[in-house]
């Protein structure tokens, strides 16, 4: 059973009110990085795995895509997508991304965000996404970055007076399951090192096009802890084309 955190009441509630839910794309960190390597939408058919909210998928069909797909394992995240985000040319479907099935070339773009970590066998979902795209398609997704998952907590250590001392970074070519605490809840996660994530997709037929660790925008850096998030990647945006 694939765990779905984001259907708990008490944790749903918490997701709410970060700022990437209230404001969207533009309450996102790495959203100015993300975009920039974005391909263009139009008349493409795309699909979004774990679309979460669906902001992403407005965002493809507000720049000119032909239809979108977006799939989550989260009922009470698609509802709130369906509300926020609704659209004619937007589908937005229950089931984890490990269960899907399409026919051969059936998308121009795959699009993901901050969901891999979630998803325990990256290599037969990244064989899928290849078999499904169109040669000369492109796939963009942003994970938490291989630093921050590896060594589990995801927490940094402190001195006796709460004073942050440095993040720990451990058992790093141990890939696997990690018990993080986010939003105060403990969640199931799994850490995979760089080499996979990118190996994956050259063994995959893809050809990568960009790699960023995205550092926090100037205009969120007055934000409390922000400037912390300068001591380390937190997050990891690819871009490749089949």
Not at 37 to 55: A, E, H, Q, S
């Amino acid at each position: 059973m694939k765990e779905n955190k984001y259907d708990n009441e008490v944790f749903f509630e918490k997701y709410g009110e970060m700022d990437r839910s209230q404001k969207g794309l533009m309450g996102a960190g790495e959203w100015p990085a993300l975009r920039k390597v974005l391909p263009d939408f139009t008349g493409k058919r795309v699909l979004d795995l774990g679309c979460g909210y669906g902001w992403h998928c407005l965002y493809a069909v507000q720049n000119g895509a032909e239809s979108v797909l977006g799939t989550d394992i989260s009922e009470k995240m698609l509802s709130v997508a369906e509300e926020k985000n609704g659209h004619e040319k937007i589908e937005y479907r229950l089931c984890a991304m490990e269960d899907l099935d399409f026919p051969d070339e059936t998308f121009d773009i795959v699009i993901s965000s901050l969901a891999f970590h979630y998803v325990k066998d990256f290599e037969p979902l990244a064989a899928n996404i290849s078999r499904w795209m169109k040669p000369g398609g492109y796939f963009v997704f942003s994970a938490e970055h291989p630093v921050f998952t590896a060594y589990g907590t995801q927490d940094w250590y402190y001195d006796a007076d709460g004073n942050i001392l440095h993040f720990p970074v451990d058992r790093y070519f141990y890939e696997g399951e990690r018990t993080a605490v986010f939003l105060g809840e403990e969640v199931t996660k799994y850490h995979r090192t760089l080499t996979t994530y990118l190996n994956t997709l050259l063994q995959n037929g893809f050809s990568l096009k960009n790699i960023i660790e995205p550092q926090p925008p100037e205009d969120m850096m007055d934000l409390p802890g922000m400037t912390d998030e300068m001591r380390r990647p937190m997050m990891l945006i690819v871009s490749a084309q089949k």
